[in-house]
């Protein structure tokens, strides 16, 4: 089945203590995306990579980091988080090229106390 | 500079009744790609349809439709004939390309639509 899986899909934590949020999808897909979704302002963008080895800031990079090493994997990196990083995460991948849609993992609850 | 508006922050209505649900946008790209994303209550994000910039064809799909306007910058959404499953949260999205030659999707802060029985 065709699909993005995030883990885990729920996190507390304490703020300082590194994190690493993992995705990966089974598409083979080029393109992969880090999204915050918080009440009032929809899903921000936060690391975007157009394939492997490239990765580019969204619009919220502030705090975290990515990499990805391999095409299916995009993990997410929040290596001293803060309460202000309590939020909605999604991870989405696509074909490269703004008019494919985007398949998104189920979503990360994180809470930083 | 990109930016998607969804000025209905939530619209209740009792099921039957139709729902528009609005969209603006802006993009400074001649090319571009408008999407209309639905999150039920259970969390997950499903892509619902996508329009190119250079067709203005509406697009009617059992209860939705969408109507797509280039002279208002505007890609909205309508369910007619509501149902309870219909009650999510559904987002806009433009996807245009950057300089750089990569592309960013950017989400408008999405509509809550509560559909009563």
């Known amino acids: 089945e065709a699909q993005v899986t995030q883990n885990p899909r729920y996190l507390i934590t304490v703020t300082g203590k590194k994190l690493t949020v993992t995705c990966s999808q089974n598409?083979?897909?080029?393109?992969m995306s880090w999204y915050r979704q918080d009440p009032g302002l929809g899903l921000r963008q936060i690391y975007y990579?157009?394939?492997?080895?490239?990765?580019d800031k969204g619009d919220v990079p502030e705090g975290y980091k990515v990499s990805r090493k391999e095409k299916r994997n995009f993990p997410l990196i929040l290596e001293s988080p803060s309460p202000n990083q309590t939020s909605l995460y999604f991870c989405?991948?696509?074909?490269?090229?703004?008019?494919?849609?985007?398949?998104f993992g189920n979503g990360t609850r994180l809470t930083v106390t | 500079a990109q930016k998607v508006t969804q000025a209905q922050t939530e619209i209740s209505v009792v099921e039957k009744e139709d729902v528009t649900l609005d969209c603006v946008y802006e993009?400074?790209?001649?090319?571009?790609?408008l999407f209309w994303y639905k999150q039920p209550p259970s969390g997950e994000l499903v892509f619902l349809i996508r329009r190119n910039s250079f067709d203005e064809q509406n697009e009617i799909s059992g209860r939705y439709s969408w109507n797509f306007q280039k002279s208002t910058s505007s890609f909205n959404f309508t369910i007619t004939a509501s149902q309870v499953v219909d009650s999510a949260v559904y987002f806009c999205a433009l996807s245009d390309h950057l300089n750089t030659g990569g592309f960013k999707t950017i989400f408008g802060a999405g509509t809550r639509l509560f559909v009563k029985a």
């Open positions: 598409m083979n897909h080029e393109y």
């Open positions: 993009t400074r790209d001649t090319t571009y790609y």
């Open positions: 990579s157009m394939n492997v080895e490239v990765t």
């Open positions: 989405a991948s696509s074909h490269r090229g703004p008019n494919s849609p985007l398949h």
